[in-house]
């Protein structure tokens, strides 16, 4: 039995050890998951003494490079809780910018398609947000898919989802959605070596990169979305670092208006906003 202060010491040096970027806030976060207690209760009560037995192997699994979202199975997106396994990408602060462009370009929209969707943490929040919705929810990975239908069910809007196992749109009948999103593989195959261990290591190499220069799936997307949008609808998706100029040269203008391609926070290009002429 050590006091919560000595733990988060001895926890930090050990992340900072193992080359754990903060790691004084993974190690607060490591321990209030594992005691059950938010930072504040850990900060007031530093001289508390816990048992570290199971705190010391999620430590061990977190030094190693396990993202800790994958160790405690959670990560927060647009607000609400989702869960997360290494069966799906760790939805991240650039997605939650696909759905607010969603959300501004069409709050009266009443059938969605995610490609790709993970987690679901794309089709669910639009989902909770735009109550009127319904959505087709495609993954190729069925596990995937598990997870996302999870996720729909804690958040109260699977009766509003279907979740079908798809590569791109090839499982679909001729269905016509008014607004299609995506968060899709984008890596390039030369910079997966260089991506953070976290990344590279732990998530699934099937939704970071579809290989060569990262644009396949991009590529399908602006091909074949049009069959299966309304009129006037939208496509809407997220791109990697450096992509701006390349997608936009696979738009045919004479079906495409490139209505917008979004910058993140970091003013990286980062979302693009297609409507079908």
Not at 17 to 39: H, I, M, W
Not at 52 to 73: C, H, K, N, S, V
Not at 155 to 163: C, G, I, K, S, Y
Not at 216 to 230: G, M, T
Request: aromatic residues 6%; charged residues 25%; contains cysteine.
């Amino acid at each position: 039995m050590k006091s919560i202060a000595e733990i988060l010491k001895e926890a930090t040096q050990t992340l900072e050890n193992a080359g754990v970027p903060e790691a004084r806030r993974e190690a607060g976060s490591l321990l209030s998951f594992v005691t059950g207690k938010d930072r504040t209760f850990l900060i007031a009560h530093a001289e508390d003494e816990v048992n570290d037995d199971r705190f010391r192997e999620l430590l061990e699994r977190r030094a190693a490079g396990e993202p800790l979202q994958y160790i405690t199975g959670t990560q927060d997106f647009f607000g609400r809780e989702f869960r997360v396994t290494h069966d799906v990408l760790i939805p991240r602060p650039e997605t939650e910018l696909l759905v607010e462009v969603a959300l501004e370009v069409n709050k009266t929209a009443s059938l969605i398609c995610d490609v790709g969707t993970g987690s679901g943490c794309i089709a669910v929040t639009l989902l909770c947000e735009l109550h009127h919705a319904r959505a087709l929810v495609l993954d190729k990975s069925p596990a995937a898919l598990e997870i996302a239908k999870f996720n729909a069910q804690q958040l109260a809007v699977a009766d509003r989802a279907e979740f079908v196992v798809s590569d791109c749109f090839d499982s679909l009948d001729l269905l016509e959605f008014d607004l299609i999103v995506s968060n899709p593989p984008y890596v390039s195959a030369s910079v997966l070596e260089g991506l953070q261990r976290e990344v590279r290591d732990h998530e699934p190499l099937i939704a970071l990169s579809p290989g060569l220069d990262g644009l396949s799936i991009i590529h399908r997307l602006i091909q074949e979305s049009p069959k299966f949008l309304k009129q006037n609808g939208h496509l809407i998706m997220e791109i990697g670092f450096g992509q701006g100029e390349a997608v936009r040269s696979l738009i045919n203008t004479n079906i495409w208006e490139l209505l917008e391609i979004r910058p993140d926070l970091q003013g990286i290009p980062r979302i693009v906003l297609l409507q079908k002429r």
